[in-house]
C-alpha cells in the first residue's frame, strides 16, 4: 500500500529544461570576444610582438616624429570659387607639404607646378563631394598622389592640411 499511495509530483508538466549553459555561454562569448579585441587592440596580436612594438617606440624622438629630420614647405593659399545655383561659394584652402631637409630647397622650386596640379583637381571636384564628411581624407589623398608624381625623385612624405573652409 505504501507503494501506491506515494504521489509523484513531477508527473502533472514536462521537465524544465536549465538555461545556465546557455547563459554561461553567452558570458564566456562576450569575455573571449573583449579578450581577443583588446590583444588585438593593444598589439599583442596581429604581427607588432612586444619585441616590435618596442623598437617602434625606441626610434620616436622627444616631439613624436619617427626617425629622421622633418621639413615643411608651405603651399600659398588657394582660394576656388564654386558652382551653386542660388549663390556663390567658395573654398579656401591650404596645406604644407612634408619632405626632408635635403630635399626642402628642391619641392620649393616646383611649387608653381604644385599649385597648378591642387588648383585644377580642387576645381574639378563636384560640390556635392566636398560636403561629405569624409571628404578632407579623401581629398588629401587624391592630392598627395597628385603632388609625388609631379616630385618625382623628390621626397614627398605628406600633405597636412592646415584649412579647408567651405563657404
Known amino acids: 500500500m505504501s507503494d501506491d499511495s506515494a504521489v509523484d509530483t ?20 562576450v569575455v573571449l570576444g573583449g579578450g581577443g579585441f583588446y590583444a588585438t587592440y593593444s598589439g599583442m596580436l596581429g604581427g607588432s610582438g612586444s619585441g616590435e612594438s618596442h623598437a617602434a617606440a625606441d626610434s620616436h624622438d622627444e616631439s613624436g616624429r619617427v626617425g629622421g629630420d622633418v621639413a615643411f614647405v608651405p603651399i600659398e593659399p588657394i582660394l576656388v570659387s564654386l558652382p551653386h545655383e542660388s549663390m556663390p561659394r567658395h573654398l579656401r584652402f591650404r596645406a604644407e607639404i612634408e619632405t626632408t631637409p635635403e630635399h626642402q630647397a628642391a619641392v620649393a622650386e616646383i611649387m608653381p607646378r604644385i599649385l597648378d596640379v591642387l588648383n585644377s583637381y580642387l576645381r574639378a571636384v563636384a560640390t556635392e563631394d566636398l560636403e561629405r564628411p569624409t571628404a578632407l581624407i579623401r581629398l588629401r589623398a587624391q592630392m598627395l598622389r597628385r603632388i609625388q608624381l609631379i616630385a618625382g625623385d623628390r621626397e614627398i612624405r605628406d600633405l597636412l592640411v592646415t584649412e579647408f573652409v567651405l563657404n
Open 10 to 29: 513531477d508527473e502533472g508538466g514536462p521537465k524544465k529544461k536549465s538555461k545556465m549553459p546557455l547563459l554561461l555561454g553567452l558570458v564566456l562569448a
